[in-house]
């Protein structure tokens, strides 16, 4: 036997299980890490700058407004031109909150978010040192003569640049988001790659460890077992890999040990047997020459006794030599079904396929006496098919059966045996049926036992092994036969199957009464 591995087969299993968990688990945390950056970069792109950047342009719109509202109320005095400064002032402080919200706690934005508060600065400064002054001193005076409108064209000029270096400071901001985008996206990608080939490959290695370690050895073990199972008993059952196929290995090493000495002592006793039926085969010889030629000659000599001196003796002796005829005959009847008892099964004849009406027509012609003797009136129902048998022993069931149903017939009474024939799933199933004195239902095992008899042998002759060679030679021919309980007619019913020669299973059977129903002529 070859050595264990440390593993058993469900360990190993245990074993590439965890392996691939693992490669599963480490794949689905790397792709995760990777998603949730990748999700946080579109985050800051989507749900920060793009709406920074919105919002720098409403601040922007919102300082020309009020940059343009201021030069057209001092140019024309009209009150109406002061709308558009005021709608900008409320506009320019939604924008900025909105900035500082969006550049707030965001490392990546920490410089938007001083340009910004330069920005606003610069802003103030110009409503302040400019805009606010100008208006006032527009709406106190029809001229604008005394506004300065050089120095307010500087400081909104300073805070455009300031708008411009904000705006400049989120577009790259933006261009660097979406160049980490990609990478994130492209580092998902590879690392989704990554995971399937190191899932493929560790499925190929799993592959290739249960091949070598599990598979292998079991379909080694079962070539093994084959061999035995073949005939090779002699070969002794090795095996490698898991602890538990080798343990299996030795299990199955032991029966091939078992059965090898069981088979040793079956073939001891095939040989005993065979002595056994040699001398049986002997002690047949003897009995069917040695042993009837006395018995012969005291039946024939008794027969002689009888016609000579039957009346010139007392009723005594009339009477006993009638005994010595009449047990020398029963004498020889019961050695000749012994011999034939004892030939089924041993004598081995050549089962043919023949049709079972000619079996019929051969067992019926040998019971015409009888039949024709008693008035019996047998029928066949269902169309004989053909069967594969040996004819004489088969002929003898039917003659056996049939002859029970004319010989146990009720008094008075002429009997009719009824044989249906149907056919099922390769079989032939034969019921003889007759009107005679029945048999109960506690015997129906019994009457198949060599030497069983119901009745005395004054009233209903014969041997009693009739009824156990049908049952012997049907079962010689792979079938059964048993007493039908089930039937409520008056009468006996026995049932038996033959195999059919060459018959598709399942026959139909249910047209086989009618149109082929015959009584056989007997004359």
Known sequence: MRRAGRLRVGQRFALVIAVLGLLLTAGIVASARSSMHLSDMRDRLVLRIDPAQLSVLRLQNAYLNQETGVRGFVLAGDPRFRVPFDTGRVEERRAADRLRVLTANDPSLAVAARKLADVTALGQRWQQGFAIPAIEARRTKSRDDDVNVGAGRARFERLRRGLD?????????RSEARMGLDDSARNLDRVLALVAVLLALGGIAAALFIRRGI??????LGDEVRRVADG???????????????????DVDSMRARILQELTAVQAVQEDLQRSNAELEQFAYVASHDLQEPLRKVASFTQMLQRRYEGQLDEKADQYIFFAVDGAKRMQELINDLLAFSRVGRVVREQQAVPLQDVLDRALTDLAGAIEESGA?????????????????MALVFQNLVGNAVKFRVDGTAPRVRITITEAAGEC???????GIGIDDEYADRIFVIFQRLHPK????????????????????????????????????????????????????????TPDDHEVPIT
């Open 215 to 220: 598979t292998l050895p079991i379909a080694a």
């Open 232 to 250: 090779d008993f002699q070969r002794g059952v090795e095996a490698s890999g898991p602890r538990d196929v080798v343990a299996l290995a030795e």
């Open 165 to 173: 270096s904000l705006q400049q400071e989120l577009a790259n901001a």
């Open 429 to 435: 199933e034969v019921a003889i049926h007759d009107n």
């Open 377 to 393: 009136i047998v029928q066949i129902r269902g169309t004989p098919p053909t069967v594969v048998v040996d004819p004489g022993l």
């Open 458 to 513: 004054e009233r209903y002759g014969g041997t009693g092994i009739g009824l156990a060679m049908c049952r012997k030679i049907v079962e010689y021919h792979g079938g059964r036969i048993w007493l039908d309980t089930a039937d409520d007619e008056p009468g006996t019913t026995f049932r038996f199957t033959v195999p059919i020669a060459g018959a598709a299973p399942d026959a139909d059977v249910a047209d086989v009464h």
